[in-house]
């Protein structure tokens, strides 16, 4: 098995090795997933001869000759799949070995070629069994396509419902019984919000039951279902969010026997198939990114005239929505242990942290800052965060060590572009100036750049500073108390002795929009 050798990287020290295991255990698993959930038809095919076909959904590079090379969206012919890991595949000359997890198989194998001019050969006909199949039951070749995509979304959502149950009732249900074994904040980082993810789609299943048309799939309406749901979706951005947490936990605990023969245990008891506890909770993971997948086929198999046409394209928008936020959250969540780690080398600092009210740096850089009444002008570097800006004086010997000077609640003020001579309220000429002035008292700060390109930039940074905000509100994103102080504890912990001071200013260490 090509994945024994890697076994011995499970318990590395060395963080890389440990990152790498862990994308290769996703990997795997999902090739497990992959081949468990494979048609049975698409396996009698291949074991038949018949010309079995994938879609390469990421790039897989290999310096191994043994190996096939391809690029996401290239179809390869799958001439072998008995190893659930591991098939052996064909693209033009080239032979060889390929991680399932890396395709996904066509689910309409009976589709002409010439569908994929760019992949394969154009002009493949359409062959006699398929062709019966389609006569027989009087539906046009698309027809049948958008039953085989339908059919596919109904079995798939059914196994991974049965998935769910089984995690929430082999594991979870009895993890909880054993108090001396795992404690509630444990079995939250080992599961998750599952149990809510388990709810909402047991509903979701039954609206698509009420939707699917039994004796004629292809005319089933189904769009509308993951409209409905496309809100309750975005539970999985928790779920996602905490799963590199609960594979670290399942790796610590799975050192221990008694732990590792319990979860065993569970897994038996409950007759589920042979994969491991952290197989079983990548599942959802692996879910919510096949939606959009699957959607866009639909799409493409149903006729513009179709009743359920438009419904099918807004819910492929949706679920791409949905995915994009999840990705949007976890960044946003992986920048807080950022802005807590910037924090803690900054000198002097007063006041509460950053993140009891911020989650993400807009922008960064230096301005001039006037302040009244005299006037005086001072260099700051300038951190804008969403609903505060944090400004800081540098270290006159060390130009690297910043020490915290004040900050400004944006919420409260409104940015005022001030033309190039003289400005009114401070009396003296100005150039590539801006203005934050408070909307209920007389409170008014004044700033200027070095170049009208850096004015633009801040400008332009407090506009998104505001529409930031704004969707927050809107997809209900919010950072929990746990998260913040996680964060800042995390911050206390690793953070070195004599590491030069003030590195956000540097963009590259965070993301930034």
Not at 79 to 92: F, H, L, P, Q, S
Request: proline share 3%; hydrophobic share 35%.
């Amino acid at each position: 098995m090509r994945l024994r050798y890697l076994s011995h990287l499970r318990f590395a020290n060395n963080k890389n090795l440990c990152a790498v295991y862990y994308f290769v255990t996703i990997c795997c698993v999902l090739g497990y997933l992959a081949a468990f959930c494979l048609p049975h038809s698409s396996l009698s095919l291949i074991s038949d001869g018949s010309v079995v076909y994938a879609e390469a959904l990421w790039d897989h590079v290999t310096m191994d000759d043994q190996e096939l090379g391809f690029k996401a969206g290239e179809v390869i012919e799958v001439v072998d799949a008995t190893n659930k890991e591991w098939w052996w595949g064909r693209i033009a000359d080239s032979e060889g070995w390929f991680p399932a997890s890396f395709v996904r198989l066509w689910v309409n194998q009976d589709e002409p070629m010439d569908e994929y001019p760019a992949k394969v050969e154009d002009g493949k006909p359409e062959d006699a069994n398929s062709a019966h199949r389609r006569l027989a039951t009087g539906q046009s070749k698309k027809d049948q396509m958008r039953t085989n995509v339908i059919s596919e979304i109904m079995s798939t959502e059914k196994v991974y419902i049965k998935h769910l149950k089984d995690i929430c009732e082999g594991y979870v249900k009895q993890c909880r019984k054993r108090t001396d074994m795992f404690s509630e904040e444990q079995l939250h980082t080992i599961f998750g919000n599952i149990e809510d993810i388990y709810k909402c789609h047991k509903k979701f299943l039954k609206g698509l039951e009420k939707k699917f048309n039994k004796d004629q799939p292809h005319l089933s309406e189904i769009g509308s279902c993951f409209l409905e749901y496309q809100t309750d979706f975005q539970i999985y951005s928790e779920y996602c969010n905490n799963h590199p947490s609960a594979y670290a936990e399942l790796s610590k605990l799975m050192k221990i026997n008694k732990y590792l023969y319990f979860f065993e245990a569970c897994r038996l008891l409950q007759k589920m198939i042979d994969i491991s506890l952290d197989g079983f909770l990548l599942t959802p993971v692996q879910k919510i990114c096949k939606y959009p997948l699957q959607l866009a086929e639909l799409l493409k198999y149903t006729n513009p005239e179709h009743r359920d046409y438009k419904d099918v394209e807004a819910a492929l928008n949706a679920m791409k929505n949905v995915a994009k936020l999840i990705n949007e959250r976890k960044r946003r969540l992986e920048n807080l242990d950022k802005i807590a780690h910037w924090q803690s080398s900054i000198e002097n600092w007063e006041g509460d942290d950053v993140l009891a009210r911020s989650s993400e740096l807009i922008h960064s850089g230096e301005l001039t800052k006037i302040s009244q009444p005299q006037a005086k002008s001072k260099q700051r570097i300038f951190f804008l965060f969403d609903h505060q800006v944090v400004f800081c004086k540098k270290d006159l010997l060390r130009r690297d060590i910043l020490y915290y000077k004040s900050r400004i609640d944006t919420d409260s003020m409104e940015v005022v572009d001030v033309e190039d001579g003289k400005e009114k309220d401070f009396n003296l000429s100005v150039k590539n100036a801006f203005k934050l002035q408070n909307k209920f008292t007389n409170e008014v700060h004044l700033f200027c750049a070095k170049k009208s390109s850096e004015k633009q930039r801040w400008l332009q940074a407090f506009e998104d500073e505001r529409k930031r905000i704004q969707l927050d509100k809107e997809t209900g994103f919010a950072i929990t108390e746990v998260q913040k102080k996680q964060a800042m504890m995390n911050a206390k912990k690793s953070h070195p002795t004599g590491k030069p001071k003030g590195e956000f200013t540097d963009e590259k260490n965070i993301t930034t929009h």
